[in-house]
């Protein structure tokens, strides 16, 4: 029985690393590591926890790679237990994607909110980069006095200061991928969806839309399914009959095998905008 067990879960495993082997890879570039206050870091960890859980319980996976992995942050990941070695599908690396040498510059495309070029398929030979960035805003100080007199004025300026204030990285991806000269893209959000908050999201969140993207072949499955309850997205009046019949046909599809058990990853990090796709 033992023996058994032991072939079984090395099928597995073999089955799920050809997965991962013929998806696109995501690449989390993590060169910003000095940018970040110790809170972000933390945050920023949780959330690549949490796309690691959600690979490793995917039956169609993606490719994984964290890029320019040091510091704080390498730490407070090498903490978590079966970090690295223990990551199935994870790669990780201390030198920036640019540096090296595994990646041709002409496969990368850098997500970006702020990208001319819409995403509308992927490419199982391109490398997507994910901004590594967790950007808390700024506030308004002067919703801190209101509260004491008008509590609820200060309700609505605090909500309209965290709508339209800049975050403090906004751009960073976008402008490190002009100077590099590699491609940018953004998700077609807009195309499908309204959103009535900011379109900047987690780090986890866009890997999940990739992700749902990936094993459902379609946009509108993808950011019901990425995109936090929280951000009231609203799916256009032309695209509601076709989301009803994609997620019957998505659920009746067979599932490929998927890999072994993973840490537990049952509640979703709390964290403020980051500045991903829609990143910065």
């Known amino acids: 029985i033992a023996a058994r067990r032991a072939r079984d879960k090395l099928a597995r495993k073999t089955t799920y ?11 989390i570039d993590l060169d910003f590591e000095e940018k970040l206050t ?9 959330q690549l926890m949490y796309c690691y859980g959600m690979n490793k319980r995917a039956t169609h996976p993606l490719g994984l790679h964290f890029a320019g992995l040091r510091g704080s942050t390498e730490t407070r990941l090498s903490n978590i237990s079966g970090f690295s070695e223990g990551w199935l599908g994870v790669t990780t690396s201390a030198t920036p994607y640019e540096l090296d040498p595994t990646f041709d510059p ?3 495309v850098y997500l970006t909110a702020d990208a001319d070029h819409v995403l509308d398929e992927l490419d199982a030979n ?6 590594g960035i967790v950007d808390r805003k700024r506030t308004n ?9 008008w509590w609820y004025l200060v309700l609505i ?6 709508i339209f204030a800049d975050n403090r990285l906004k751009n960073i991806t976008y402008h490190k991928a002009l100077g590099q000269k590699i491609q940018t ?14 379109k900047v999201f987690a780090i986890n969140h866009v890997f999940e839309i990739m992700l749902q993207r990936h094993r459902s072949g379609n946009w509108i499955d993808a950011f019901l399914k990425g995109i936090p309850s929280r951000k009231d997205i609203q799916l256009k009046q032309e695209f509601i009959s076709s989301s009803s019949s994609s997620s019957s046909s998505s659920s009746s599809a067979p599932s490929a095998p998927s ?3 993973v840490p537990s990853t049952s509640t979703v990090p709390s964290t403020s905008s980051a500045s991903l796709v829609q990143p910065t």
Request: aromatic share 14%; proline share 3%.
């Open 259 to 261: 890999a072994s058990t």
């Open 38 to 46: 110790d809170k972000e870091k933390k945050s920023m960890a949780q």
């Open 185 to 198: 893209a953004r998700f077609p959000v807009q195309k499908y969806c309204t959103l009535t908050t900011s």
């Open 106 to 108: 002409s496969s990368l």
């Open 126 to 131: 391109k490398n997507y980069i994910i901004g």
């Open 17 to 27: 690393l050809d997965a991962v082997a013929a998806a696109p890879r995501i690449i």
């Open 141 to 149: 100080i002067l919703c801190c006095f209101l509260w004491w007199w």
């Open 157 to 162: 300026v605090c909500r309209l200061v965290f």
